[in-house]
C-alpha cells in the first residue's frame, strides 16, 4: 500500500518558518515525483513545489520561489519543504502528492485530477 504521511505544520507568525516533512512508503522514487499541494480556506488546490522531474528542475509556484526549498532523502524516502518568511497568504492545508513522471502530468501546469497519491495533509496556519 501506498503511504504519504506528513508532518511538521503548525502555526507561526509572519516572517517565521516551517519544515514539512513527507514520509513516503512503497513508492519507487525513480517513477515519482513528490511535491506539495496546498488548499487555502475557500479556494482551490495549488500545486506548491515538486522534485525535479523529465530533466526538468524543481518547482515552485511563484508565489513562493525565493521563500521555499524543497528536498529530498531517497535513500530514507523522505521529501521536505522548508518554509521561511512566511506570509499570512501561505495560510492552508498542505498536501504531499505524487504524480507518475510518465503520466503526462507535470507540476507546472499540474492537472490535480491526474495526481496519483495523496497524503492527508497538515495545517499551516501563519498569523500576521
Known amino acids: 500500500e501506498v503511504k504519504l504521511v506528513e508532518s511538521g505544520g503548525g502555526l507561526v507568525q509572519a516572517g517565521g518558518s516551517l519544515r514539512l516533512s513527507c514520509a513516503v512508503s512503497n513508492l519507487n522514487f525513480d517513477d515519482y515525483s513528490i511535491g506539495w499541494i496546498r488548499q487555502a480556506p475557500g479556494r482551490g488546490r495549488e500545486g506548491v513545489s515538486g522534485?525535479?522531474?523529465?530533466?526538468?528542475?524543481?518547482y515552485y509556484v511563484d508565489s513562493v520561489k525565493g521563500r521555499f526549498t524543497i528536498s529530498s532523502d531517497n535513500a530514507r524516502k523522505m521529501v521536505y519543504l522548508q518554509m521561511n518568511n512566511l506570509k499570512p497568504e501561505d495560510t492552508a492545508v498542505y498536501y504531499c502528492a505524487a504524480i507518475n513522471v510518465w503520466s503526462g502530468n507535470s507540476w507546472r501546469g499540474l492537472n490535480i485530477d491526474e495526481v496519483d497519491y495523496w497524503g492527508q495533509g497538515t495545517q499551516v496556519t501563519v498569523s500576521s
Open positions: 522534485t525535479a522531474m523529465n530533466r526538468r528542475s524543481a
